[in-house]
Nanobody
C-alpha cells in the first residue's frame, strides 16, 4: 500500500505561482508512474500531469501546458507540480496519485491516491 501526502496548496493571486509536493511512503516509489489530478467544486476530477518511473517521459493536460510542470526526485520519493501563471479556473483540490503507466494516468486509472491539497486562485 502506497501512502501519498500532498502539500503546498494555498491561496494565491491570479498570475502567481505555487509548487505542490507529494511525499510517498513506498520504498519502491521509482516503480510507479506518478500523476497529478484536480477536482474543482461541482466538477469531475480531471487529469493534470503525469511522469514516468524514470522521469524521462511526461504528459501535461492541454489546459495547463506551458504553465505547469511535473517533476520527480526518486532519491527522495517525491513528486512535484510547479504551477505558474495561475488562473482563477485553476482553483481546485489537487491530488497526487501513483499507478502503472502514463496512458493509464491520462485516463485517471491510478492505483493509489492522496487526500488532496486545496489551491485557491483569486482574481
Amino acid at each position: 500500500q502506497v501512502q501519498l501526502v500532498e502539500s503546498g496548496g494555498g491561496l494565491v493571486q491570479a498570475g502567481g505561482s505555487l509548487r505542490l509536493s507529494c511525499a510517498a511512503s513506498e520504498r519502491t516509489f521509482s516503480s510507479y508512474t506518478m500523476g497529478w489530478f484536480r477536482q474543482a467544486p461541482g466538477k469531475e476530477r480531471e487529469f493534470v500531469a503525469a511522469i514516468s518511473r524514470s522521469g524521462g517521459s511526461r504528459s501535461h493536460a492541454d489546459l495547463v501546458k506551458g504553465r505547469f510542470t511535473i517533476s520527480r526526485d526518486n532519491s527522495k520519493d517525491m513528486v512535484y507540480l510547479q504551477m505558474n501563471s495561475l488562473k482563477p479556473e485553476d482553483t481546485a483540490v489537487y491530488y497526487c496519485a501513483a499507478g502503472g503507466g502514463i496512458i493509464d494516468a491520462t485516463m485517471g486509472r491510478m492505483d493509489y491516491w492522496g487526500k488532496g491539497t486545496l489551491v485557491t486562485v483569486s482574481s
